[in-house]
């Protein structure tokens, strides 16, 4: 677990687009369904929430980040289904 710790913080301070990062993300998970989203929104939120006081700063970054995009992804799929369905009043 160590090694898998230093390697995060090796990625952490490298300079990375976000944008171009972003849409890469957005790319991959284009095709994911409502409950895949939900369930790497758990697996990045839930550890997240435990180790987040221990992370440095630059991880806790990247973790927010994470969150975040994948939070929007559901958001945007939300109104995509939402779209989709008829608005049953008259």
Excluded: H
């Excluded at 990247?62 to 992804?73: D, H, Q, V, W, Y």
């Amino acid at each position: 677990m160590t090694t898998e710790f230093n390697e995060l913080e090796i990625i952490a301070q490298q300079n990375i687009d976000l944008q171009s990062t972003k849409d890469m993300q957005t790319w991959d998970y284009q095709d994911a369904s409502l409950d895949e989203i939900v369930d790497l929104l758990e697996e990045v939120s839930e550890p997240f929430a435990l180790l987040a006081s221990s992370l440095p700063p630059e991880l806790q970054q990247s973790a927010r980040k994470e969150i975040e995009f994948l939070t929007s992804l559901y958001q945007q799929r939300i109104a995509e289904l939402q779209q989709g369905i008829p608005n049953a009043s008259p």
